[in-house]
């Protein structure tokens, strides 16, 4: 069984990489090494991954948003399934560069779907994401909510994306998963969300930027839940039944939340920061920025029903766990040896 993971050098695509080597699975890979973050630590995840899979882990550098490129790259590649994970992330920087989540985004997933369909794929799970649900007072979120309200491109490209796959699971029949991530996060995890850049600030002894004055809630979901999620619905497509599935559609595609279930008040993420480091950091208090939502919240009932997806890690655990990996890992690897 091979499995093409796009976003391999990305955070969640490392993690489910990782897993599926470790099944003793083939593994390729593939990433372009945007610059939107460290590309030390994108290499370093790639270099991991090699360690862990050796001959059974291929990786390629190459733009999945150039539909020639990718073709060319994966000629002689035979994979059986997708994992596409690959994307610009990041609501405010939409805002900078929006043309940019278009490439990657929009063509770039329309590129892996017509991949798919010519390679007659047995199943492509996609990243989708929790801001496609904007602005939303109702609490939790759930699957069967309308989601016509982004607040900010990167939401609209990632309902997009939904939209795109229910279009090729109609057309061609393709069996499709997407999955809502909720705030991922966890070692090896990205430098621009909070819990990396709240961990840096404290540790250095700098203050902390917090938005809408502290009071915004987010469904904080550690790493190692994510990836069960993902490797869960990747071991069960959805089937060609017309049996309706959680998104609304009769077709072999579905969407599912993945989130912890809990939200916590972005204070509380900041005091259990300070616990695991053992130092206190000093606060800004700003307004809420463009494009930010005020909270999220994952109803996953439909895939604890459907696949058994139950997340055990508490942020009383997942904190602890990625501040010594940030401190005792990463902050002591040999300068010019990510």
């Known amino acids: 069984m091979t499995t093409l993971i796009t976003g391999a050098a990305g955070f969640i695509g490392m993690h489910v990489a990782a897993t599926l080597l470790g099944r003793g699975e083939r593994v390729v890979g593939i990433d372009n090494f945007t610059p939107y973050y460290s590309l030390d630590l994108k290499r370093a ?15 390629l550098n190459v733009d999945f948003g ?19 994970l690959g994307a610009q992330p990041g609501v405010r920087y939409s805002l900078e560069n929006p043309a940019a989540y278009i490439h990657s985004n929009v063509a770039g997933h329309v590129n892996i779907l017509e991949l798919a369909r010519h390679r007659a794929i047995a199943h492509l ?3 989708s994401s929790s801001s496609v649900y904007g602005m939303r007072s109702d609490t939790p979120f759930r699957v069967a909510d309308r989601a016509d ?12 994306d ?22 991922v996060y966890g070692p090896w995890g990205r430098p621009d969300m909070a819990v990396w850049r709240f961990t840096e600030a404290v540790l250095q002894g700098r203050p902390i930027d917090v938005y809408n004055h502290g009071d915004m809630l987010r469904d904080f979901t550690f790493i190692d839940d994510i990836v069960n999620g993902v490797v869960l619905a990747l071991d ?14 009769t077709t072999p595609h579905r969407l599912y939340n993945i ?23 000093p606060i800004n208090l700003l307004p809420m920025q463009d494009g930010d939502v005020y909270q999220t919240f994952a109803d996953i009932d439909d895939i604890s029903r459907d696949l058994g997806f139950a997340p055990s890690t508490p942020m009383s655990l997942g904190i602890p766990a990625f501040v010594t990996w940030y401190r005792d890992e990463w902050t002591t690897r040999p300068v010019g040896n990510p």
């Open 45 to 59: 995840r790639v270099t991991r991954l090699r360690e862990i899979g050796g001959e059974q882990f291929t990786f």
């Open 66 to 84: 150039d539909a020639s490129a990718l073709s060319q790259a994966l000629s002689n590649v035979e994979i059986d399934r997708i994992v596409h």
């Open 125 to 127: 799970v996609y990243a």
């Open 149 to 160: 309200t982004p607040i900010s491109l990167y939401a609209a490209t990632k309902r997009a």
């Open 162 to 183: 939904e939209l795109m796959s229910e279009t090729y699971a109609h057309l061609f029949r393709l069996p499709q998963t997407g999955l809502r991530f909720f705030t």
């Open 236 to 249: 069960n497509p959805p089937r060609d039944d017309g049996v309706e599935k959680p998104g609304g559609f």
């Open 259 to 281: 989130g912890n279930n809990k939200p916590e008040q972005l204070t509380d993420l900041i005091h259990a920061i300070e616990d695991a480091c053992g130092r206190k950091a």
